[in-house]
């Protein structure tokens, strides 16, 4: 079996699948050998049909499934200095190295492999197949898919999200927003600023507006499940400004906010309004015509499922995992799942510190461990998941 997954793996890695790209090739490759043994698939394109996502059913679809769910998409490695070609599987001393090995096609070879295996064992619960589009530009193509996933004629039972986790139960992450913040001001000479209105100096303003509110995050009452224990707001970029003999019309901010199971996330956009509409009238005090827009970049709420639930005890058992069940610091598209009302879990091969680096590998012995996972998931797919996914 380890063969036959490195050599869906290899395939799998030779696709440019970054984000910015079509995904189509990936998705007519992994439909193909889908199509192989007979399995139907759907595709749910993007507004623009240069991307899609995937579901396939492998069993009867009128019954409650486990949804097996990954992104096919990976980030770019411009600017990385690789030392074996970025895409292309280049195996040395157990492992095996390109980008999107970890994150997450080493999960996806691991599924392919074993879809003979589900088709013959899928005679009391079903698999779905779940595969999606531009999750790492902040979980794009998922809203979509999930709905399909939801609108099935039975909903599933239990989701698992095959993220690299080192094949540990992950039953929580936090939820992030993220937006970007244009400032239009009025520019002019330097040596008459009162007649400009200086865009970077408003978002400097609202920088250090923002850094008060994160710290005042990071001081409260934390859980120490998580890392960090509290809910973070970080400003990622703030661009602005030319000539120094010349007053900035135009700065740029994004930040973001990554926040704790369960907290009330537009309390904190309350404080952050307030403060981007004293800045717009600061600003208009100076020039009429100046202004800020703030921009939705990507948002994903946040996982909880009960760690002693019976969706994190059911993928404990498959995953061999016999660890209390753990969080993670990264967001997944399990939360989107969740909150369709799909018990989900994070669980797969391979470790996050190697994603989205140069050299990203993962092990031929974690994808064995996934491999075990994958055949215990067959051995009970022949009896209802009632009867199975523990209650």
């Given amino acids: 079996m380890i063969s036959t997954i490195q050599h869906i793996l290899s395939s799998l890695l030779s696709i440019d699948s970054i984000s910015e790209n079509s995904n189509l090739s990936i998705i007519d490759f992994i439909e193909d050998y889908l199509d192989d043994f007979g399995i139907a698939c ?24 486990v949804v097996l769910s990954a992104h096919t998409d990976v980030v770019p490695v411009e600017g990385q200095a690789w030392s074996f070609p970025p895409f292309a599987a280049t195996v040395r001393d157990g492992r095996i190295f390109g980008r999107g090995s970890t994150d997450m096609k080493g999960f ?82 330097s040596a008459l600023p009162h007649r400009a209105a200086n865009a970077v100096d408003a978002a400097a303003a609202l920088a250090f507006g923002l850094r008060k509110i994160g710290r005042r995050l990071a001081s409260s009452p934390g859980d120490g499940a998580f890392d960090p224990p509290w809910t973070s707001l970080h400003v990622g970029s703030l661009h602005g400004g030319g000539a120094l003999n010349l007053v900035p019309d135009r700065a740029v901010l994004e930040f973001e906010i990554r926040y704790m199971p369960g907290e009330d996330v537009t309390r904190i956009f309350d404080e952050v309004n307030i403060l981007i509409e004293e800045e717009r009238r600061t600003l208009k005090e100076a020039a009429a015509e100046a202004d800020i827009l703030v921009e939705d970049l990507s948002a994903y709420p946040a996982l909880d499922c009960a760690p002693d639930g019976p969706a994190a005890r059911t993928t404990a058992r498959l995953a061999g995992d016999r660890q209390p069940a753990t969080t993670i610091s990264f967001g997944t598209e399990a939360g989107i799942y969740a909150a369709a009302g799909i018990p989900t879990i994070v669980c797969g091969p391979g470790d996050i510190a190697r994603a989205h680096k140069a050299d990203e590998w993962i092990g031929i012995d974690e994808l064995a461990a996934a491999s075990r996972m994958m055949n215990r998931l067959a051995d009970a797919l022949q009896r209802p998941a009632s009867e199975w996914i523990t209650r």
């Fill in 42 to 65: 759907a595709r749910i394109y993007s507004a623009d049909r240069r991307k899609a996502s995937l579901l396939a059913t492998i069993g009867n679809a009128g019954a409650p499934g």
């Fill in 108 to 189: 996806i070879a691991t599924v392919l492999a074993h879809v003979p295996e589900f088709a013959a064992a899928s005679t009391g619960t079903p698999v779905h197949l779940a595969f999606s589009y531009d999750e790492e530009v902040g979980c794009r193509g998922a809203p979509d898919l999930v709905r399909a996933v939801a609108g099935l004629e039975a909903l599933p039972a239990l989701a698992i999200v095959g993220e690299p986790t080192g094949m540990r139960v992950a039953h929580a992450h936090k939820g992030k927003v993220a937006k970007r913040v244009t400032v239009a001001g009025r520019t002019g000479h």
